[in-house]
């Protein structure tokens, strides 16, 4: 269903977007290794953002996920065939809601838990310069990426992907996988310190929110059509079994049709079945089974 925002805003919805996201990638490579200084003003600091270094909050973007090499080149090339197959499925303007929540999600709570800790333990221009440099080291888009990959895994979960070519997996392993590295990664902070543990658990969180929202919308979604499909299905049952029941035709006859009007008595070779479609219990023969108006 399409909404009313959609329907106004969705032909500014950037086609594409995953080609765009690598190519971004791209760019914040050649920028990493040709001008490292250069680089240091890209990425995300809070401390830099609230002293008037505000283009952080979308150069970050394209700062690297992890070092270059074939396995990174590789997991890049795989994003992008995830993107896509989402950004088909979705359509444009969905998937770039999905990644740009990610991505405020993501600013809005580094700043939150920047805020925090500097308020809470009153720190001054030195100790709030480490502190943003610190979450600053801890954003970047390796969540953008994991959220695309979780947003998958819960679309396709019976797909298979082939681990190190060679071994077919349900994409769903691979979720589950993901969900357990994001606990591990929880854990070992808290390993440093609560302080720490906190402001880590808070960062993945904000992070990967879109899927959380994802995630529960669409578990909301298709609980509320199965819970439908079963109490219809119930009733279209019942009202088949009393039917079956009772004997409502003329020389007890248990089978009529509602548009001939023939019964089993006229030929016992006739078959009948009951419409889903129609209201009540209303039985038909094989000629008019399929040919019937809907009533």
């Not at 490579?29 to 680089?39: E, M």
């Not at 480490?130 to 994991?146: E, W």
């Not at 298709?222 to 439908?228: A, T, V, Y």
């Not at 248990?254 to 009948?272: A, I, M, Q, W």
Request: charged share 15%.
């Amino acid at each position: 269903m399409t909404s009313k925002f959609e329907r106004k805003w969705g032909k500014y919805a950037i086609n594409n977007l995953p080609l765009y996201l690598i190519i971004g990638y791209v760019i914040g490579y050649v920028i990493f290794y040709a001008n490292p200084i250069l680089y240091s003003y890209l990425t995300f600091n809070p401390y830099a953002i609230c002293h008037g270094q505000v283009w952080r909050v979308l150069t970050w973007i394209i700062t690297i996920p992890e070092s270059l090499g074939i396995f990174t080149i590789i997991m890049l090339f795989l994003y992008y065939s995830l993107g896509k197959s989402l950004e088909r499925t979705w359509g444009a303007y969905k998937f770039n809601k999905y990644i740009g929540a990610g991505i405020l999600f993501t600013v809005v709570g580094s700043m939150i838990v920047y805020l925090v800790l500097c308020l809470a333990y009153n720190v001054g221009i030195m100790e709030a310069s480490k502190i943003g440099a610190t979450i600053g080291t801890r954003v970047s888009t390796y969540y953008i990426n994991m959220s695309i990959f979780l947003a998958f895994a819960a679309t396709y979960p019976e797909m298979q992907l082939m681990l190190y070519f060679i071994i077919p997996v349900k994409v769903k392993w691979f979720g589950y996988i993901y969900g357990a590295f994001i606990l591990i990664d929880i854990i070992a902070a808290f390993g440093y310190s609560v302080v720490n543990g906190v402001t880590v658990a808070a960062l993945i969180i904000s992070s990967l929110l879109n899927f959380l929202i994802y995630f529960i919308s669409t578990k909301k979604q298709l609980g509320s059509i199965n819970i439908k499909q079963k109490v219809k299905k119930t009733k279209y049952k019942q009202s088949v079994e009393k039917a079956q029941k009772q004997n409502f035709y003329e020389g007890g006859a248990r089978h009529k049709c509602y548009v001939c009007g023939r019964t089993e008595l006229d030929n016992p070779n006739l078959t009948f079945r009951y419409c889903s479609k129609c209201s009540g219990s209303k039985e038909y023969c094989e000629d008019h089974l399929f040919t019937h108006q809907h009533s």
